[in-house]
């Protein structure tokens, strides 16, 4: 039995991990998140030292607290050496080896999901490998995506990504714990990853680049990568610049006048409050992102950087975790905060609302009498879809929402109805065609053939086979 002790910090809204190992003494972490208060609770629950902090990569889907958490503790802060970064760090190669009190890191070059990416091997005092830390590499069941250097390096990186995950099975112990950061949901995953716990032998059974030739990886891989949030670009030069400590002090207040000024003056302001919520009664003009998972990955895909960001919510503590969510992707300081009744926060400027109904609402008003939009991604879409719907993926809306109709009752869906909640918002609030009447499908897509829709034809084919 190891006398290692890990832990994992979850974050769900972004389906990425970070990890705790301590000797009982001294604690190495691995990938924080920004809001690196949950790091320092767990150690100082744990009765820790953290004396080494560890990057597998330059993260794409958030911002790192590795620096601060390093700062704060004075622990050694591990990056890539071959990284270039705007601040004094330990940097760190293949062929290094750490001592971190009884326990031994040595990092594995593992490149694919970034040219620079490092997976550390944890050994125990024994000198017995217990544990990979595999970053964006091997991920349960999956590997991280290739594409988010650029569309030139992608096929050079995804044979790169083939051959580490393949190295790390030859070279680690089989019972060896693997450890991804990526995989949870998180879009930096090249495919949907499997399980919550895994082990080098059963990656080298189940794992996409141990079971395929490397042809076949590398086509598949590429053939299946989608869009991913447009936030992503702001995350590495962020992270090699070195990210400012957080600031999750409370917005400053803002009144109904004040809210109205800003909605008219066309600035974000984001209603936290349940999807159904929002719909019974909401601000003119604002803009429905509930706080729910995914909330931050939504928001950052289609919130543009730099603007001024207002929050609206049931209660401070709302707005408290949704500061939370924002900081991780970089959105640092909203400019305000409205919490409240929500007829309060209203003023004499009133509220605007919408119907909700489901797949079987909108198969008892006829599919055919309406225009159906389908906010999913493409694959989702090609996976199957109603007949006769148009089809306008959430993050493409904004550029091409002239392309839904104002003279037909508009109903929106997508695969739960938090996505199609934000485009049934973003539509209301289009300054260019007020006035559409507009219906929110808050239904699972898994309902829509039970509720007697017509599906299109190629996916009654499938479902045939």
């Given at each position: 039995?190891?006398d290692?002790?890990?832990r994992?910090?979850?974050?769900?809204?972004?389906g990425?991990?970070?990890?705790?190992?301590?000797?009982?003494?001294?604690?190495?972490?691995?990938?924080?998140?920004?809001?690196i208060?949950?790091?320092?609770?767990?150690?100082?629950?744990?009765?820790v030292?953290?004396?080494?902090?560890a990057?597998?990569?330059?993260?794409?889907?958030?911002?790192s607290g590795?620096?601060?958490?390093?700062?704060?503790?004075?622990?050694?802060?591990?990056?890539?050496a071959?990284?270039?970064?705007?601040?004094?760090?330990?940097?760190?190669?293949?062929?290094?080896?750490f001592?971190?009190?009884?326990?031994?890191?040595?990092?594995?070059?593992?490149?694919?999901?970034?040219?620079?990416?490092?997976?550390?091997?944890?050994?125990?005092?024994?000198?017995?490998?217990?544990?990979?830390?595999?970053?964006?590499?091997?991920?349960?069941?999956?590997?991280?995506?290739?594409?988010?250097?650029?569309?030139?390096?992608?096929?050079?990186?995804?044979?790169?990504?083939y051959h580490s995950v393949?190295?790390?099975?030859?070279?680690?112990?089989?019972?060896?714990?693997?450890?991804?950061?990526?995989?949870?949901g998180?879009?930096c995953?090249?495919?949907?990853t499997s399980?919550?716990?895994?082990?080098?032998?059963?990656q080298?059974?189940?794992?996409?680049?141990?079971?395929?030739d490397?042809q076949?990886?590398v086509?598949?891989?590429?053939?299946?990568?989608?869009?991913?949030?447009?936030?992503?670009?702001?995350m590495?030069?962020?992270?090699?610049?070195?990210?400012?400590?957080?600031?999750?002090?409370?917005?400053?207040?803002?009144?109904?006048a004040?809210?109205?000024?800003?909605?008219?003056?066309?600035q974000?302001?984001?209603?936290?409050?349940?999807?159904?919520?929002?719909?019974?009664?909401?601000?003119?003009?604002?803009?429905?992102f509930?706080?729910?998972?995914p909330?931050?990955?939504?928001l950052?895909?289609?919130?543009?950087?730099?603007?001024a960001?207002?929050?609206?919510?049931?209660?401070?503590?709302?707005?408290?975790?949704?500061?939370?969510?924002?900081?991780?992707?970089?959105?640092?300081r909203?400019?305000?905060?409205a919490?409240?009744?929500i007829?309060?926060?209203?003023?004499?400027?009133?509220?605007?609302?919408?119907?909700v109904s489901?797949?079987?609402?909108l198969?008892a008003?006829?599919?055919d009498?309406?225009f159906?939009?389908?906010?999913?991604?493409?694959?989702?879409?090609?996976?199957?879809?109603?007949?006769?719907?148009?089809?306008?993926?959430?993050?493409?809306?904004?550029?091409?929402?002239?392309?839904?109709?104002?003279?037909?009752?508009?109903?929106?869906?997508?695969?739960?109805?938090?996505?199609?909640?934000?485009?049934?918002s973003l539509?209301?609030?289009?300054?260019?065609?007020?006035?559409?009447?507009?219906?929110?499908?808050?239904?699972?897509?898994?309902?829509?053939?039970?509720?007697?829709l017509?599906?299109?034809?190629?996916?009654?084919?499938?479902?045939?086979?």
């Open positions: 039995m190891t290692i002790d890990i994992t910090l979850g974050t769900p809204g972004l990425d991990r970070s990890y705790l190992a301590t000797d009982g003494t001294t604690a190495l972490v691995v990938d924080p998140q920004r809001d208060d949950r790091v320092l609770d767990l150690a100082a629950e744990l009765g030292t953290i004396a080494c902090v990057e597998t990569h330059f993260h794409n889907d958030y911002v590795g620096l601060e958490l390093a700062r704060r503790t004075g622990a050694v802060y591990l990056v890539d071959r990284d270039r970064v705007a601040f004094d760090r330990t940097p760190a190669s293949e062929g290094d080896e001592a971190v009190g009884a326990m031994l890191l040595r990092p594995i070059a593992t490149p694919g999901h970034t040219h620079h990416h490092l997976s550390y091997a944890l050994a125990d005092s024994t000198g017995a490998t217990v544990a990979v830390f595999t970053g964006g590499s091997m991920l349960h069941g999956s590997t991280g995506r290739t594409d988010l250097i650029s569309a030139e390096d992608t096929v050079e990186l995804t044979h790169a990504q393949r190295r790390l099975v030859a070279e680690l112990p089989a019972d060896a714990a693997v450890l991804p950061t990526h995989g949870f998180s879009f995953s090249a495919t949907p399980g919550d716990a895994s082990t080098v032998a059963e080298a059974r189940v794992n996409p680049a141990m079971t395929q490397e076949d990886f086509d598949t891989l590429i053939a299946g990568l989608g869009a991913y949030p447009a936030y992503y670009v702001h590495g030069p962020a992270n090699a610049a070195g990210p400012a400590p957080v600031d999750l002090s409370a917005p400053e207040p803002v009144d109904p004040e809210l109205r000024r800003r909605i008219a003056a066309g974000w302001v984001v209603d936290l409050r349940s999807r159904t919520a929002f719909a019974a009664g909401h601000l003119p003009r604002s803009l429905s509930e706080l729910a998972r909330f931050a990955t939504y950052g895909w289609l919130f543009p950087y730099g603007a960001l207002t929050l609206v919510g049931d209660d401070p503590e709302q707005v408290a975790r949704a500061q939370r969510e924002l900081v991780r992707i970089g959105i640092d909203p400019s305000g905060a919490t409240g009744e007829t309060e926060l209203a003023g004499d400027g009133g509220l605007a609302s919408y119907p489901d797949f079987a609402g198969a008003r006829g599919q009498e309406v159906v939009l389908d906010t999913r991604t493409e694959a989702e879409r090609r996976a199957g879809h109603l007949a006769g719907s148009a089809h306008v993926p959430l993050h493409q809306l904004p550029a091409r929402r002239h392309e839904v109709p104002t003279d037909r009752q508009v109903w929106v869906h997508c695969g739960s109805g938090y996505r199609a909640s934000v485009a049934v539509l209301a609030a289009d300054p260019t065609r007020p006035g559409r009447d507009l219906v929110l499908v808050d239904d699972d897509w898994t309902r829509a053939a039970g509720a007697g017509r599906l299109a034809d190629t996916v009654r084919a499938t479902a045939a086979h």
